[in-house]
């Protein structure tokens, strides 16, 4: 069998990917290959779907990796688990053509499916995290004027193409109701998509929600402070983490909640909408029998209204004391920063290694 685990984002997708290779010795011994693959991450399969012209080629580095793990599953006679969000953008005949690879394996596709306005709280975070300075009203706006254009708000985008897949199966985890039963999101991909039972994670939580100070702090110092999250050098949210201890980070948070209370804002966010009962409908009628497990009451989505909370960031720097820690934060991640300019350099070398590290398994018959 073929495994493709296709995302989305901010669905656990991290901390199934942490134990997926964390695991890998155990996953052998049960049957299953979770190929370590590309430079860029150790965890997922992510320069599989960047690289989507080679698959569909035949040639290339890319190609010629995922050739050998193919080799690799079909000498020791083993199930392969494939994961990356980007697959989930990816065409019928571009699946196809990596399954082909793998010879005459069942396919299954793997979807985790949550709440789509959890989703977006959760990804303009990321997005925070990432570089990107829009203030949450502004991204929420954006994503609801045509919702069913939004892929955060509308899943049915990368469900449809493929459940077209004719010759694939489908497991359809889902998240809140995983949650909802207190059950664990690793142990059920195993037993729901790999027939694993007894499986138990060892990976901690990833990518836990931070406190909404210190992601507001990203943010400006992302547009205030000029920090450029670029390739080749560490995104904003991984060179604060970094570069700030956790005594700086405490003192960032509590200085924006004591003293930023004047900016700090709510927005109310409704469920009640046309496009979200269309929504949970149309879900039901095109994948329910892969849902898995099966949501109680009936419903996919909580309809209770929330209110997020966010700061405005003109206000905040209002504030002299987040303006200081705003500036001096600003200093230490200045361009010739000696520290943030070791990272860099780190980064640059862990990737290099990773490049020759599938250069020599290549090679290797």
Do not use: C
Not at 69 to 78: T, Y
Not at 118 to 147: I, N, T
Not at 312 to 327: I, S
């Amino acid at each position: 069998m073929l495994v493709l685990h296709v995302g989305p984002h901010k669905t656990g997708t991290t901390y199934l990917q942490a134990n997926f290779k964390q695991q890998r010795a155990e996953l052998l011994k049960r049957g299953w290959l979770y190929p370590v693959l590309g430079v860029r991450t150790a965890l997922a399969h992510h320069e599989i779907v960047e690289h989507a012209d080679q698959i569909m080629a035949g040639a290339g580095r890319v190609f010629d990796d995922v050739a050998a793990a193919a080799r690799e599953a079909e000498a020791r006679r083993l199930n392969v688990l494939l994961s990356a969000e980007g697959f989930r953008r990816w065409r019928p005949r571009q699946v196809s053509a990596l399954a082909r690879m793998f010879g005459k394996r069942e396919l299954r596709i793997v979807y985790v499916l949550r709440d789509p306005m959890s989703v977006v709280r959760s990804m303009w975070a990321q997005s925070v995290k990432l570089g990107g300075a829009e203030p949450l009203p502004r991204f929420l706006a954006r994503h609801m004027r045509d919702p069913a254009r939004s892929r955060l708000l509308n899943p049915l985008r990368d469900l449809r193409p493929h459940l077209r897949q004719d010759a694939a199966d489908f497991t359809i985890l889902l998240y809140d109701e995983i949650a909802g039963r207190g059950l664990d999101l690793y142990s059920a991909f195993a037993s729901e998509a790999l027939s694993l039972d007894g499986v138990a994670p060892t990976a901690a939580s990833a990518n836990a929600r931070q406190p909404l100070e210190a992601t507001e702090f990203l943010r400006l110092l992302s547009t205030v402070g000029g920090y450029a999250s670029t390739p080749g050098r560490l995104d904003v949210g991984d060179a604060v983490r970094l570069l700030f201890s956790p005594q700086d980070r405490e003192e960032i948070v509590a200085t924006i909640r004591e003293r930023g209370g004047s900016a700090r804002r709510k927005l109310a966010v409704s469920r009640d909408t046309a496009h979200y009962e269309r929504l949970q409908t149309e879900l039901f009628e095109l994948a329910g029998a892969h849902f898995r497990p099966w949501p109680t009451g009936e419903r996919l989505f909580s309809s209770e209204p929330e209110a997020w909370d966010y700061y405005d960031a003109d206000a905040l720097m209002r504030v002299p004391e987040v303006a200081k820690l705003v500036k001096r934060g600003a200093r230490s991640m200045g361009r010739t920063g000696l520290r943030l300019a070791v990272m860099n350099g780190g980064l640059q070398a862990v990737m290099a290694g990773r490049r020759l590290r599938n250069l020599v398994a290549a090679r290797l018959p």
